[in-house]
């Protein structure tokens, strides 16, 4: 019998590839759109958002598995991520608990791991500690940076390496995913016999991360260019984001809130919350990935 999946943030970045690995694999997914979409083999459109019950209703009944991607990653009104990332998890479960479906298969971030620096990793931990306490059968995923083609967010560097300087935060490790895997993850886990009441932190396969100056370097090989990847203090970070925000308005990449959990020194994903292998393995380590990224880019016109 074909396994139906419930999607949220099916449009977003990383729903997109997860909707292209879960049509390969041949299963069946309802998927929420704020918009109107083109017709997609293999999913079905549900018009709504994470704060309309009726929507949510249509979408996870008769669902054996919700997926819920969908989240506000950065925003200049700080409110926001208690309205997307809180309590629009909640909402995802209580219309779960009305349809009697299951198993929750949530994506947090590594954020959450650190909630005093970011409103965005605090609204994270709050979302993780309600699917927690929900009685559902969940598993919760905290992906570390995740790049791939379509990315708008690590693009940056791509963009900025093609000129040859990567500006840094403070000096530091992370760990890094390319979307793909991710969305391999996230369907391993939607499941009857995955793993559940559990929380993995997934990577490239990279022990220890990688530094920043590794990957601003292995970013410029992947464009081309060797480059000046200077650490830059909190204090010039945060006079940069104000600069974005003067420059780019709402649609500023650098925030205030980005730079508190920028300039921690430490996120890398931890050995003991790595993901069975048995359950899933990375297939995509850091240079290929790039490699294929930055391809990507130059293909689109991007770079």
């Given at each position: 019998m074909t396994q139906i999946l419930a999607i949220t943030g099916a449009t977003g970045f990383v729903g997109g590839s997860v909707l292209d690995a879960a049509r390969e694999q041949g299963f069946e997914v309802r998927a929420l759109t704020r918009r109107d979409q083109a017709p997609r083999e293999g999913a079905v459109w549900v018009n709504g958002t994470l704060d309309d019950a009726e929507a949510l209703a249509e979408l996870v009944h008769d669902a054996d598995t919700v997926i819920h991607i969908a989240g506000l990653?950065?925003?200049p009104n700080l409110a926001e991520f208690e309205t997307a990332n809180v309590i629009?998890?909640?909402?995802?479960?209580?219309?779960?608990?009305?349809?009697?479906?299951?198993?929750?298969?949530?994506?947090?971030?590594?954020?959450?791991?650190?909630?005093d620096l970011s409103a965005y990793g605090a609204s994270k931990a709050r979302a993780e500690t309600l699917v927690e306490a929900s009685g559902l059968d969940w598993t919760t995923v905290r992906p570390p940076a995740v790049y791939g083609p379509r990315d708008t967010d690590m693009f940056e560097l791509f963009r900025s390496a093609k000129f040859g300087i990567v500006p840094l935060p403070p000096r530091g490790a992370t760990s890094i995913i390319h979307v793909d895997?991710?969305?391999?993850?996230?369907?391993?886990?939607?499941?009857?016999?995955?793993p559940s009441r559990v929380l993995y932190e997934p990577d490239d396969g990279r022990e220890g991360g990688w530094s920043h100056t590794e990957l601003a370097h292995a970013i410029g090989k992947a464009v081309?260019?060797?480059v000046f990847a200077p650490n830059l203090s909190a204090s010039v970070l945060e006079i940069a984001a104000r600069a974005d925000k003067i420059l780019r308005g709402d649609k500023a990449k650098l925030t205030a809130d980005r730079v508190g959990y920028m300039c921690h020194p430490n996120w890398v994903a931890r050995s003991q919350k790595a993901v069975p292998e048995k359950v899933w393995q990375p297939r995509i380590h850091g240079e290929e990935g790039f490699a294929a990224t930055a391809k990507w880019y130059r293909d689109e016109g991007w770079l």
């Open positions: 990653t950065n925003t629009g998890t909640q909402n995802v479960i209580a219309a779960m608990k009305q349809a009697g479906i299951k198993r929750l298969v949530f994506v947090s971030s590594l954020s959450a791991r650190e909630p895997d991710l969305a391999r993850l996230l369907l391993a886990l939607a499941g009857p016999v995955a081309g260019r060797k």
